[in-house]
């Protein structure tokens, strides 16, 4: 199953879900996330209100209130997208769900849609940590470059 997709040169990518400039897990004001507390990463500040799946997989989780979504690839890569910080006060204000729990999705899917500026203007940091739950699954999880991103950009590389 992984031979394919984790040869013994090149990973897994993991596509960027959101439009952005993508900056070190490390620069997000929240020690969860900056510690990897929940796994290693990248972050994304986004540059537009749209979360798209990074990969062929399903959703497992989508939050009630649309501000965070976990997947898990076809390869069995665990990801938890989460659009701002503390945003689950906004108890779904400013977003819009796409996808639900159980359903099948292919790398661009539109998951949840959300209004970067009026999150902002409510006082938070809309800043996207995209996180590997499952880290210690795999030899590595390594964020590429710190860039600015399209949707489906490749934003880390993970090998088995």
């Known amino acids: 199953m992984f031979g394919k997709l984790f040869g013994k040169k090149a990973g897994l990518k993991v596509l960027s879900p959101v439009a952005g400039e993508a900056v070190s897990i490390t620069q997000v ?3 969860t996330f900056s510690e990897e507390i ?14 798209v799946s990074p990969v062929n997989g399903k959703v497992i989780q989508m939050f009630e209130t649309g501000h965070a979504v976990t997947l898990e690839s076809e390869e069995g890569v665990e990801i938890l997208i989460h659009v701002g910080l503390d945003t689950v006060r906004l108890k779904g ?4 769900i ?18 970067n500026d009026s999150i902002k203007s409510e006082g938070f940091d809309t800043i996207t940590p995209v996180v590997i739950c499952n880290t210690g699954d795999f030899e590595s999880v390594d964020a590429l470059s710190v860039y600015l991103v399209n949707e489906l950009d490749e934003i880390m590389e993970i090998k088995k």
């Open 98 to 115: 796409h996808a639900h729990a159980g359903d099948q999705v292919k790398a661009g899917d539109l998951l949840m849609e959300f209004d």
């Open 38 to 51: 929940l796994g290693k990463g990248i972050a994304i500040r986004p540059s537009a209100g749209r979360v």
């Open 93 to 96: 204000k400013h977003y819009i």
């Open 29 to 31: 004001n929240d020690s």
